[in-house]
């Protein structure tokens, strides 16, 4: 089994910039991509960014933060960070740390999450 523990989170007023963190432990060499997806009001879970360990180290976004935000780890210590920017009224969500073995799972159906931190932001 994997855990993930996440790390920040908070109120902040739209523009400001936020940084989110997440370790895991536990199995960790079955992991081989770490991420984040979030939980508006209402709405269900979405995807936001991931970083994927494999032969080429590459980063996926989705769209509402791309150019914003910037996803980063170390794979050693499995470890993964979200640094937000210029933070809008709706990212306001629940922020997962997910981890799994496959890109595809990741992106779609994570089998490993964190307990969730919740980011406010605010006019």
């Known amino acids: 089994q994997v855990q993930l523990v996440e790390y920040g989170g908070g109120s902040v007023q739209a523009g400001d910039s936020l940084k989110l963190s997440c370790t895991a432990s536990g199995s960790t060499s079955i992991i081989e991509n770490m991420g984040w997806w979030r939980q508006a009001p209402g709405k269900g879970r979405e995807h936001v960014a991931t970083l994927n360990w494999g032969s080429v180290v590459r980063s996926d976004y989705s769209d509402s933060v791309k150019g914003r935000f910037i996803v980063s780890g170390n794979n050693a210590e499995k470890t993964v960070s979200l640094q937000m920017t210029n933070l809008k009224l709706e990212d306001t969500a629940v922020y997962f740390c997910?981890?799994?073995?496959?890109?595809?799972?990741?992106?779609?159906?994570?089998?490993?999450w964190g307990q969730g931190t919740q980011i406010t932001v605010s006019t």
């Open positions: 997910v981890a799994d073995l496959l890109l595809w799972k990741i992106l779609s159906r994570p089998n490993y």
